[in-house]
T-cell receptor
Framework: NAGVTQTPKFQVLKTGQSMTLQCAQD?????MYWYRQDPGMGLRLIYY???????DKGEVPNGYNVSRLNKREFSLRLESAAPSQTSVYFC????????????FGPGTRLTVL | DQQVKQNSPSLSVQEGRISILNCDYT??????FLWYKKYPAEGPTYLIS?????DKNEDGRFTVFLNKSAKHLSLHIVPSQPGDSAVYFC???????????????FGKGTKLSVKP
């Protein structure tokens, strides 16, 4: 059981470049989430997917798109990266239905120059 | 406006002593609260939680207390160990709601240092 995996672990982009952050879980969870964490800040929700085939905006969705490819995979895309998107990105899946206990991946550290 | 506040960015305690981490919230509708622990370069790890129908939940060395009238919760770690050194995040949610209302709202975290 790998839990929640994220690729890549690190990435450096130039302003205007695009990239996709990948996330997969092998726990058969229905709900998946993308967060960003900035220095001195808590985790802020970007997008979430309550079930396969559905996605919804979170607190800070601007500049991002997501795809729930299947039950296992939930990807986050930056179409035109900006320095303000420099952050650590975490993917999570819902561990226990009804109790909102989320299980997090190890994170992707993204720097946009 | 921050709905979940952790007003102490850092806390330092001696090994063996009690660590008390505090969290305040503003939305009286929150009915489920969680604590996560995060080591550097790792994702947050679920630690303990409490429903609003309880005022205390205990799991080994970790106890969470909830004071609904004060909109305050705290995490007690007894005894503290050097391996407890990490950033602790408080989170709140509306458990009985679906959609975005059921999502977690995180505080900014408190960095705990436990000195040997």
């Amino acid at each position: 059981n790998a839990g929640v995996t994220q690729t890549p672990k690190f990435q450096v982009l130039k302003t205007g470049q695009s990239m996709t952050l990948q996330c997969a879980q092998d726990m058969n969870h229905n709900s998946m989430y993308w967060y960003r964490q900035d220095p001195g800040m808590g985790l802020r929700l970007i997008y979430y997917s309550a079930s396969e085939g559905t996605t919804d905006k979170g607190e800070v969705p601007n500049g991002y798109n997501v795809s729930r490819l299947n039950k296992r995979e939930f990807s986050l895309r930056l179409e035109s990266a900006a320095p303000s998107q420099t952050s650590v990105y975490f993917c999570a899946s819902l561990w226990r239905e009804g109790f909102n206990e989320q299980f997090f991946g190890p994170g992707t550290r993204l720097t946009v120059l | 406006d921050q709905q979940v506040k952790q007003n102490s960015p850092s806390l330092s305690v001696q090994e063996g002593r009690i660590s008390i981490l505090n969290c305040d919230y503003t939305n009286s509708m929150f009915d489920y609260f969680l604590w996560y622990k995060k080591y550097p370069a790792e994702g947050p790890t679920y630690l303990i939680s409490i429903s609003s129908i309880k005022d205390k939940n205990e799991d080994g060395r970790f106890t969470v207390f909830l004071n609904k009238s004060a909109k305050h919760l705290s995490l007690h770690i007894v005894p503290s160990q050097p391996g407890d050194s990490a950033v602790y995040f408080c989170a709140a949610s509306l458990m009985n709601y679906g959609g975005s209302q059921g999502n977690l709202i995180f505080g900014k975290g408190t960095k705990l240092s436990v000195k040997p």
